[in-house]
């Protein structure tokens, strides 16, 4: 039994790992929120809470969206949670749900819990295909697609603006996890589906996990009024008083103060040169924001085959299969994060990396 | 838009609310815990948490419960979020739950949130018949039956040790929510059907709502080793790194401290003093642990028909009929919380209480 899920492999430069970089974390800000919650809101902040989240954060976060009402708002416990609850809500066992290919491994799990059937929506190097998608989700009566479409997991990159207008206007009903547009680092992330669309469309998903502390599990959900309501009269929901009532109002201390805008400031500060100490060594192209490189490998080097290779030099990441729903796909590339080491880190395991790609391309 | 779930009507005490008096929230002691935590575990505090729970919390639940391990538990957050897990976990949509009659309403729209099938188990006035139950169980092959026996919710009352030892023996599944046990103002609360089946029949829900907070969203789950494997596995779970990180390891130095002893100590006196405030001024006996009293009404008076006619004497309460799968029961009976106001609240209350059955029974 530990604290953290984290496991220190001993003479591991772990590229694995999507973790924030403990340094990052804000402990000292966050301990200020939590006292200046209490002495303002007193007893309220450890009451049952209102289901759809405490008004002060939802007031907050609409603000700083800029493109969602409070009624179109409901406080999740993560990006995580919100998708699980929607495909509680929206999926039936055996029904058909898209993903993007490659995309966020964890969220297939999520989906097979509640017994749908994945589906890998078609995709090229600069994304996914909105017509083929479309094409394919008709065929399927597919209940949703899911997709990471700005500074994506695990490739970094972010879907074009000409494919998001296509994606929007082909009537395929999305879940757009938007977890990573705060950590832009050049250009600002392009429009989310959720503002190019509005609720009819796209119901998009939000997390203070990159921005504030995973540990806080906090996001929301943008969705229509209608389902939202439909999330607040969830039995557990409703019986809980929200799902994460004190931490959310505590985020509503921490935004309303300017702690979360500096903090933001400060992370893309942080994870840009952090970024640029992985890509430099690697004399790769930096992803314009997010926490990963989708690095392609030399021909004839398996990603799979690697992984035991790397971790005899000293590193280690994810290979690319994991992030292909079903497998079969992806082994060319492996995913590397540069979240949670410093740069002097990531410039060795990147060292590291190189000399365990020699090795296996027999150079 | 509000802050809390709780909503005053002006004009009324109201005795329907089961919540916490708010005088007795542990403002500042829990401001205290969470400094402490963020000064003790640091970044620990906010990263992703071991999925089932930080590891100051489970040891000191199990050294505080004595009857469970670490392997044994899963942390939550809250009772109503176990159920909603486990339900997800232990049934399919069509199944039967069992459901003690009557019992805690809420948990009605948690487990038909999953599909399943609520059907009452037989019951007398000192609550559920075990052998009747067993074989309801048996012919509707009944995935589990779901009671609050300590202190229940709505009863106040506590299912007889003789019918404990009989229930665990009769070999139905049992998810035993356990809420209220800490509760106690007289007689200790009988054993935990968890303590006496142990892990094979038996699965506990506990929680810190009533203890420490509801706002809070913390509680556990008690089961077999698998189980609690079962639900560290869940997609969710695991991407999130547990589901209440930073607030479980704030309660585990609340609990460490001190201040979680210190805390219930005065809660058992506080509440002591409301139950009998309500009790006295009813002149009916009162339970020996919880927040609720079932007050029987005169015959020809009806629960809902009396409602109105409280409300315009000033106060509320709610009705028997919705602790009822189904409904179609429980009129003779009303549910009247001592948690939420102080003791002339609830004594004027009584007062008024009195005045409406005796108007609605023409006396």
Not at 81 to 108: C, I, K, M, R
Request: glycine residues 12%; proline residues 7%; aromatic residues 8%.
């Amino acid at each position: 039994m530990t604290i953290v899920q984290f496991e220190h492999r001993p003479g591991l430069l772990d590229l694995g790992w999507g973790h924030p970089r403990p340094e990052l974390l804000p402990v000292d800000a966050w301990s200020r929120a939590g006292a200046q919650t209490l002495g303002t809101y007193g007893w309220q902040a450890l009451a049952y809470g209102h289901a759809t989240g405490p008004a002060p954060l939802v007031d907050w976060l609409c603000d700083h969206l800029g493109d969602a009402t409070a009624e179109q708002t409901f406080v999740t416990a993560g990006a995580s949670h919100g998708l699980a609850l929607l495909t509680q809500l929206l999926a039936e066992p055996g029904d058909v749900v898209l993903v993007d290919s490659p995309t966020y491994h964890l969220a297939f799990k999520i989906l097979t819990d509640h017994g749908v059937r994945l589906v890998r929506a078609p995709a090229d190097e600069h994304g996914l295909l909105p017509a083929e998608t479309a094409a394919l989700a008709r065929s399927l009566d597919a209940v949703f697609l899911y997709l990471v479409p700005t500074f994506g997991n695990p490739t970094g990159r972010s879907l074009p603006l000409d494919r998001r207008r296509e994606l929007v206007s082909v009537g395929v009903p999305i879940v757009e996890d938007d977890t990573y547009r705060e950590l832009s680092y050049g250009e600002p992330a392009p429009p989310a589906l959720w503002r190019l669309a509005g609720e009819e469309g796209v119901v998009r998903l939000g997390s203070f996990a990159k921005t504030v502390a995973p540990g806080l599990r906090l996001g929301w959900i943008n969705a229509s009024p209608i389902l939202v309501e439909r999330l607040a009269r969830l039995g557990y929901v409703h019986s809980g008083g929200g799902v994460n009532h004190a931490v959310a109002l505590t985020m509503a201390s921490f935004g309303a103060s300017g702690a979360y805008d500096r903090h933001v400031a400060g992370l893309r500060e942080a994870y840009r040169e952090q970024r640029d100490a992985l890509t430099g060594a690697l004399r790769v192209p930096a992803p314009d924001g997010g926490w990963f490189v989708w690095l392609r490998l030399p021909d004839g080097v398996d990603a799979e085959a690697l992984l035991p290779v790397a971790e005899e030099h000293g590193t280690s990441f994810l290979p690319g299969p994991v992030f292909y729903a079903g497998g079969g796909a992806g082994s060319e590339h492996v995913r590397l994060s540069f979240s949670h080491l410093p740069p002097a880190g990531l410039a060795e395991a990147a060292a590291r990396l190189t000399a365990a790609i020699d090795a296996a391309a027999g150079r």
